[in-house]
Every structure is written in C-alpha cells, then in structure tokens.
C-alpha cells in the first residue's frame, strides 16, 4: 500500500507538478487556516489569498479531490485481488480436502470376519500447505497486466479530478475579482450619476434649468442603483463558491458578505498557440483519452482471460498433514508427514460458458474501440470551442483598449459643451452612460480573456498550476 500511495504521488501529482514550489509557504497558510484569529473568526477569512494559495488550498482540502484520493485507495485493493493468481496461497487442509473430524456410529464400523477390533468410528486429520498456479491457461500474465493498466488508469482519473477541480477554483477566483470590478464600475456610475444630479437641482434652483432636467437625472441615479446591487450580490455568490472549492466550512455567524482578500487582479497574461499544435497537444496529454486507452487495454485482456477457459490449468501444492490412525481407537495415536504433488483440471465441455464468455469480452473490447475513438473527437472538438473562445475573448479586450480613454474624453467634451449652451443635459448622461458601458465591458472582456485562456489550457491537457500562479 505504502508503494502504490508513494507512486501514487509520483505519478498522480504529475499535472501539478509546479505545486512544489509552494510547498513551503502552504505549510505555513496550513497552519494559520486551522488558528482562529482573536475575535472569533478564522484566520483563513482575513489571510490575503493569491490565486496561488487557492490553488494550492484546493489541492489539500478541496472535496472532490479527496474523494478522488479515497478512489486511488479502493483501486489499490483491486489490484491485490487482479494480482492474487500469481502468487502462492497458504491454506490449511490436507491433499484430500479440508481438515476434519468425524464421529460415526460403532454399528456402522465394520469388522474382519474372525477379528474382533473393527475399525475405529471416530477419526481426524489436519494439515496446511501451499498452493501455487502454475499454468492458468494465459491468465496469470494477463492478470499482471491488467493490474498494472488498472493501477495507470486510476492515475489517470486521479489526475482528471485534479485538473477539473483547479479549472473550476482558478474560474471561481476570476469571478470574484470581477464582480469586485463589476461594483467599483456601478458605484463610479452611481456617484457620477450623483454629482450630475446634484448640479442640476443647483442650475434649477438657481433658474438656469427647467425641472425636466431634475427628473431626467433622477431617473438615470434610479436606473444605474439596481446594477450596483445586482453587481453586490453576484460579488457574494462568487465569494461562497470560491470558498466552497476552497474546502473550508464558513462559520454560521457569517450570513452575507464573507471577508475575503484576494490579491491578484484580472490581467492579460500573453499567450501563443496554433490551433494544430493545440490539438495534437490535447491528444497527446489529456487524461481523459489516456484512461480510456487503458480501459481498451484492460478489455483486452479481458479476452485473454475469457479464454483461458478453453485450456487446461495445473496447480503444484506441497504441505505437512496429521491425521488419526485408523487401525488405532484412540485418537491420540496419529501419523503425520510431508506431502507434494500436482493437479491438473481442464473442462472439456463446460456447456458453451467460455463461449459466452469470450463473445461478451469481445463486444466489450469492441465498445471501448468505439468510444476511444469518439473521446478523441470530442477532446479535439472542445480544443476547437475553446480556442475559437480565446481568440474571441482576445479581440474584444484588444478592441477595448482605448474605449475607456475615449468615453473619458467624451464625457468631458460633453460636460464642457453643455456648461458653454451648446448641447443638452442628455449628450451628457448619454456620455456617461458610454462611459459605464466601456468600464464594464473592459472589466468583463479581462474576466473573459483570463478565463477563456484557462479553459483552453485545461482542453489541452496543460498544468493549470504555474509558477507565478498566472
């Protein structure tokens, strides 16, 4: 067990192998999570979190990893018992059958005509010996096999459990920081629309301005105050979902807003690929398609093991016997002594059973044909989807890059021009209607690219853990 858990950690934790240089500060993040801090609170609420410690903290606690590691444990009894055949078994019995004691009634002891002792009516006899296949028809190289292939294909979902559940913290983590975004832009908005409706009260009271101009700020102060609690609200969700994956148990004290303190931001990291090094690359290391190959492996090996049933078996057995004497009526007189030999067994008609057999492994391997073939369409479909996705979520943030800058300069136009008569209030709520727009696009078109890149990095099967946890 402790060799299959070491290679577990090996092997398994291969998608994550740039975990390791956090490994020293998450023991310390450990540590301080399980200390509450002095007003009650745990000390994981107010610690700053980098996308970094998310990730890492989602490794150690998240759910469904642990799962996928008590997965990993059940496996390894499956393997014990695939490999069972191959080895030697130690058992008590004699070559005749199981240790046993019997007691028959004395009429029913025959005698030797003009002998007056009969045969004893009770007797005993015990033994242990070793029991080893030596020829199973093909199924003992096949059980090795298949033990190994299982063992790579439980990695193999391990590690599939371990990407999908860091896309979904890295994801999470993205959502936070724009819907934080999302609330400075509708509470710029709000107190922009604030300040224009304050100046008009103003110009009206001072006879400047008809109160039309009132109630048109009033209105647009009313209709931007929604978005800002919608903006709040998903700001929340976000936060209970991010600490859900995070594996933590909130406190029940905390009803609403939970005080996290993320500390990356939302950046548009560089990234190059072409869409066929994407594809040949999804092919290459996704997990998914690797599981499956050794799932059409182990059908395989199904097969040679159905067929074994045509063919004969021979087991060697060596052991030490005791047994009562039976010319003897007293029990304590026994013999004892060494016994070896062999035994062969091969059904020459079993009823067609190995047919059954070996036609259902056949269709079994045949299926699992069918569906590597169509995961590998569907791997290189979704590596399609998501580099369509990136490419688009790529263009719109490069098409928002002077947008804010030019809303900006609009609205001061707009602001200068109605200070001077020459437009209307509503050039100017107009502007600053574009301006919201522009900041809330830009926000988003960040979000969308961060995740859009993640999302195309799961599809082809790269590390979702990066040094600078970018």
């Given at each position: 067990m402790k060799r299959f858990m070491s290679e577990v950690k090996l092997l398994g934790m291969g998608l994550i192998a740039a975990t390791v240089a956090f490994c020293g500060a998450l023991d310390g993040f450990a540590q301080t999570n399980i200390t509450a801090s002095t007003n009650g609170t745990p000390a994981w609420l107010t610690k700053p979190l980098s996308i970094a410690d998310a990730l890492n903290t989602t490794l150690q606690q998240n759910a469904a990893i642990s799962k996928a590691k008590t997965d990993l444990e059940a496996t390894y009894g499956l393997i014990v018992q695939t490999r069972a055949i191959a080895l030697p078994k130690l058992q008590t019995g004699t070559s005749r059958g199981a240790s046993s004691f019997t007691s028959t009634d004395p009429d029913l002891t025959e005698r030797f005509p003009g002998v007056d002792n009969a045969f004893p009516h009770q007797n005993w006899n015990a033994g242990i010996?070793?029991?080893?296949?030596?020829?199973?028809?093909g199924r003992i190289g096949s059980a090795l096999r298949a033990a190994r292939l299982t063992k790579e294909q439980a990695l193999l979902h391990y590690q599939t459990a371990v990407a999908d559940t860091l896309l979904a913290t890295r994801v999470a983590y993205y959502d936070v920081l724009v819907a934080a975004q999302q609330i400075t832009v509708n509470e710029a908005s709000v107190n922009l629309l604030s300040r224009e409706l304050e100046d008009q009260k103003r110009r009206y009271e001072a006879g400047t301005v008809p109160r039309f101009n009132v109630l048109r700020a009033e209105v647009a102060v009313a209709n931007q105050r929604p978005n800002l609690i919608r903006a709040r609200n998903a700001y929340r969700i976000a936060k209970n979902n991010l600490v859900n994956l995070l594996g933590y148990n909130l406190p029940r004290e905390i009803w609403e807003d939970i005080p996290l303190q993320l500390t990356d931001t939302l950046e548009a990291q560089?990234?190059?690929?072409a869409l066929p090094d994407a594809i040949q690359q999804a092919l290459k290391k996704r997990t998914e398609l690797g599981a499956l190959q050794k799932s059409e492996q182990l059908q395989r090996e199904n097969i040679v093991q159905a067929k074994s049933g045509y063919k004969p078996s021979l087991q060697g057995f060596a052991g030490y016997e005791w047994r009562s004497s039976?010319?003897?009526?007293?029990?304590?007189?026994?013999?004892n002594g060494w016994v070896i030999g062999a035994q062969l067994n091969w059904?020459?008609?079993?009823?067609?059973?190995?047919?059954?057999?070996?036609i259902q492994a056949r269709a079994?391997?045949?299926?699992?044909?069918?569906?590597?073939?169509d995961a590998a369409r569907q791997i290189e479909l979704e590596v399609r989807t998501a580099y369509s996705s990136f490419i688009e979520a790529r263009e719109v943030l490069e098409s928002?890059?002077?947008?804010?800058?030019?809303?900006?300069?609009?609205?001061?136009?707009?602001?200068?021009?109605?200070?001077?008569?020459?437009?209307?209030q509503l050039d100017v709520l107009d502007a600053e209607t574009s301006l919201t727009q522009a900041r809330t696009t830009q926000v988003?078109?960040?979000?969308?690219?961060?995740?859009?890149?993640?999302r195309l990095e799961r599809a082809i099967g790269e590390n979702m853990v990066r040094e600078n946890g970018k």
């Open positions: 010996q070793i029991v080893q296949s030596i020829y199973e028809g560089p990234y190059q690929i039976q010319y003897q009526t007293d029990l304590s007189e026994e013999v059904n020459i008609f079993d009823g067609l059973a190995t047919h059954g057999k070996v079994q391997h045949e299926r699992a044909q069918i569906e590597l073939e928002q890059e002077k947008v804010q800058e030019e809303a900006e300069e609009a609205l001061r136009l707009a602001k200068a021009r109605t200070e001077a008569g020459t437009t209307t988003q078109a960040l979000h969308d690219y961060a995740v859009a890149r993640a």
